[in-house]
C-alpha cells in the first residue's frame, strides 16, 4: 500500500460498541522537524509501507509554530538543522517563518500532505501481544469527535517539552506586579511593548534572541541572569557556502559539502571544551569582549561557572545582543530575584528593577512521549522503568523508537540517522517474518549499573535535572544509553546487527 492508503479494522469492542480503526502499519505521532523527516524517510525508503502522521496542532511545524516572540530564530546552523536530503539556500541562523517555508517545500515536494492529520490530539496508546498491534485513541481538536487507530509500529516523533505550558517559577509576590507577565511561549499577539520597560528574565538562547530583536522599540530592555550563559558570537553567514556559490556549484553539494565541514568544526569544538576547557572558555569570552569592550565586567556577566558545553552553547549572529549592551538600548543584571513588587522585582543585592513587562524566557517543562497514556497488555506503562537501547527504544516495549535529538549538534542530524534505522528494522522485520521487535537486556548486561538519562557531569540543563525522574534510565555500557555523540553515531547506528541478543523478535 501506499503511504496514505488505509484498512479499515474493527478495533476490540468497547464499552459503547465496535469502533471503525483505521489502519497503518506505521503510524509517526508529531509534524513538527521530525516528525516531516520520519515521514520523508517512510516513503522513499519504505514505499509498500502504509503510514499517517498524527499532529495535534492544525499545521506542520512544531516548534517554529509554537513559538512567535519576535526574532525567534534557530540557534544552530540550519545546514545542518536542515535535512541532508533537502539543501539549505539561506543564511546559517534563520528565522522561524524561514524554517516553516523550507519545512513546507520538503512536503510539497515529496508529496506528504495527504499523509498527515492535523487536529487530531492523542490521549492514548495500547499495545496488545495478542493482536501485535497499537491501538491509538484520538480526538478531532475542533470537535471533540473521537478517533481510533491501529498501527503495527509506533514512531514517536513529538518532542520533549510540553507546548501548552512554558516553565516558570513560582516567584514570591508574583500577583502583586501591577504589569504584564509573559513567557515567550506564549507571546500574546497584541503585546505592546513599543516605549516600555522591559525585564526579560533567563540568560538562555531565548533571552539572547528576544533582548535584541525588542531593544529599539522599547524604552528599555533588560536581561535579568542568575548566572551566566556561554555564546558564540559570528556573522550570520557561511563563507565556504558563499566561495562555492561564486564558482556556481550546485546547491545540493554545497549542502553536503558545508555539513561537513560545519561538523568536523563542531566535533573538534566539542573534543576542545572536553580536553582543553580553559582555553576554550578564553575564546569565547575574547568574543564577547569584541563587542563589549574592556571596561565592561565580562566576568560577572558573560563567564559561566561551569565548562563550555555542559550546557548547550547558542550562536549570536552578528553579536546582536552584546551590540544592544554596548549602545545602551539594553542591560544585563546578574543577581536572584527576592521577590516580585508592584512596579517590578526586587533583587537579593536590595536593587529593584522597575518594569511594565516581565518576561519570564525561564526554559520550559520537559514531558515524556507527549503525556500520552501508555499501556502493554493492560498494564500502564512508565517510561521511567525502561532502559533506553542508545536513546531510541526501550525495554519491554515492543514495536516503538522515540527521536530524541543532540545537544550538541543539531536536533535533525538524529532525525535522517533514525529514519535510516527504522526503515532497516522494519526491512528485517518483513525478512524474518517477525510482528514484533522488544529491546531486551542481554545476559552481560544483567549486573550493569543502570543511570539517569543523562549524567549531570556530561550535560545539565536546569528542564533535564527537573525531570531527570520522569525520563528512561541508561546503563554503563555504550548501547544502553543515548551518548550525544553524533559523530560516533554516525558511524555506529548504521552497523547496529539487528539480530544481536538486545533484539528479541516474535
Given amino acids: 500500500m501506499s503511504g496514505t492508503e488505509t484498512l479499515e479494522r474493527t478495533a476490540p469492542q468497547k464499552a459503547g460498541g465496535a469502533q471503525k480503526a483505521e489502519h497503518f502499519d506505521v503510524l509517526v505521532v508529531g509534524a513538527g522537524i521530525s516528525g516531516i523527516g520520519a515521514a520523508y524517510h517512510l516513503k522513499t525508503q519504505c514505499p509498500g509501507k502504509s503510514?499517517?502522521?498524527?499532529?495535534?496542532?492544525?499545521?506542520?511545524?512544531?516548534?517554529?509554530?509554537?513559538?512567535?516572540?519576535?526574532g525567534i530564530r534557530s540557534d544552530s546552523d540550519l545546514f545542518t538543522f536542515g535535512y541532508r536530503f533537502k539543501p539549505w539556500t539561506g543564511a546559517p541562523i534563520a528565522s522561524a517563518e524561514e524554517i516553516r517555508t523550507y519545512m513546507e517545500e520538503v512536503i510539497e515536494e515529496n508529496d506528504l500532505g495527504g499523509a498527515i492529520r492535523y487536529g487530531h490530539e492523542i490521549l492514548s496508546a495500547k499495545w496488545s501481544s495478542e493482536e501485535n498491534l497499537?491501538?491509538?485513541?484520538?480526538?478531532?481538536?475542533?470537535?471533540?469527535?473521537?478517533?481510533?487507530?491501529?498501527?503495527?509500529?509506533?514512531?514517536?516523533?513529538?518532542?520533549?517539552?510540553?507546548?501548552?505550558?512554558?516553565?516558570?517559577?513560582?516567584?514570591?509576590?508574583?500577583?502583586?506586579?501591577?504589569?504584564?507577565?509573559?513567557?515567550?511561549?506564549?507571546?500574546?499577539?497584541?503585546?505592546?511593548?513599543?516605549?516600555?520597560?522591559?525585564?526579560?528574565?533567563?540568560?538562555g538562547a531565548t533571552a539572547a534572541t528576544l533582548v535584541p530583536a525588542i531593544a529599539d522599540k522599547t524604552a528599555h530592555v533588560t536581561m535579568l541572569q542568575r548566572s551566566p550563559t556561554y555564546f558564540i558570537p559570528g556573522r550570520n553567514a557561511n563563507e565556504l557556502a558563499d566561495e562555492l556559490r561564486k564558482l556556481d556549484v550546485d546547491e545540493a553539494w554545497i549542502h553536503e559539502i558545508t555539513r561537513r565541514k560545519i561538523l568536523f568544526d563542531q566535533q573538534e569544538f566539542a573534543r576542545r571544551a572536553w580536553e582543553e576547557p580553559?582555553?576554550?572558555?578564553?575564546?569565547?569570552?575574547?568574543?564577547?569582549?569584541?563587542?563589549?569592550?574592556?571596561?565592561?565586567?565580562?566576568?560577572?556577566?558573560?563567564?559561566?561557572?561551569?565548562?563550555?558545553?555542559?550546557?548547550?552553547?547558542?550562536?549570536?549572529?552578528?553579536?546582536?545582543?552584546?551590540q544592544g549592551i554596548a549602545s545602551g538600548k539594553a542591560s544585563v543584571v546578574t543577581d536572584e530575584i527576592e521577590r516580585f513588587t508592584e512596579k517590578g522585582i526586587l533583587l537579593k543585592s536590595g536593587e529593584e528593577l522597575e518594569a511594565d513587562i516581565i518576561v519570564t524566557a525561564t526554559g520550559f517543562d520537559l514531558c515524556v512521549m507527549g503525556d500520552i497514556k501508555f499501556e502493554v497488555d493492560g498494564k500502564p506503562?512508565?517510561?521511567a522503568d525502561t532502559v533506553t537501547y542508545r536513546g531510541m527504544m526501550f525495554t519491554g516495549v515492543p514495536n516503538l523508537l522515540w527521536v530524541f535529538g543532540?545537544?550538541?549538534?543539531?536536533?535533525?542530524?538524529?532525525?535522517?540517522?533514525?529514519?535510516?534505522?527504522?526503515?532497516?528494522?522494519?526491512?528485517?522485520?518483513?525478512?524474518?517474518?517477525?510482528?514484533?521487535?522488544?529491546?531486551?537486556?542481554?545476559?552481560?548486561?544483567?549486573?550493569?549499573?543502570?543511570?539517569?538519562?543523562?549524567?549531570?557531569?556530561?550535560?545539565?540543563?536546569?528542564?533535564?535535572?527537573?525531570s531527570m525522574h520522569l525520563l528512561p534510565k541508561r546503563g554503563t555500557k555504550r548501547d544502553w544509553q543515548h551518548t550525544q555523540d553524533y559523530w560516533k553515531e554516525k558511524d555506529e547506528l548504521p552497523q547496529i546487527d539487528l539480530d544481536d541478543a538486545a533484539f528479541v523478535y516474535e
Fill in 278 to 322: 580553559e582555553e576554550v572558555k578564553e575564546e569565547l569570552l575574547a568574543g564577547v569582549k569584541e563587542f563589549l569592550g574592556p571596561d565592561f565586567d565580562i566576568k560577572k556577566h558573560f563567564t559561566p561557572s561551569y565548562r563550555p558545553w555542559r550546557q548547550r552553547v547558542a550562536f549570536v549572529p552578528d553579536g546582536d545582543i552584546f
Fill in 406 to 466: 543532540y545537544f550538541r549538534a543539531s536536533w535533525t542530524l538524529r532525525v535522517d540517522l533514525m529514519g535510516d534505522f527504522v526503515a532497516r528494522l522494519l526491512k528485517h522485520m518483513d525478512q524474518k517474518g517477525a510482528k514484533k521487535v522488544t529491546v531486551a537486556l542481554r545476559p552481560e548486561d544483567k549486573d550493569m549499573e543502570i543511570l539517569p538519562w543523562i549524567d549531570p557531569e556530561d550535560f545539565n540543563p536546569g528542564y533535564l535535572m527537573r
Fill in 51 to 70: 503510514f499517517a502522521v498524527l499532529e495535534k496542532k492544525e499545521t506542520f511545524g512544531g516548534t517554529w509554530v509554537q513559538h512567535t516572540y519576535p
Fill in 134 to 203: 497499537w491501538t491509538v485513541e484520538a480526538r478531532k481538536v475542533e470537535t471533540g469527535e473521537p478517533q481510533r487507530f491501529t498501527t503495527n509500529f509506533l514512531w514517536m516523533c513529538q518532542g520533549y517539552y510540553r507546548h501548552e505550558k512554558g516553565y516558570t517559577p513560582d516567584w514570591p509576590d508574583m500577583d502583586k506586579f501591577k504589569g504584564k507577565i509573559v513567557h515567550p511561549q506564549h507571546w500574546p499577539e497584541d503585546l505592546d511593548y513599543e516605549g516600555k520597560r522591559v525585564v526579560v528574565i533567563g540568560s
Fill in 381 to 383: 506503562l512508565d517510561f
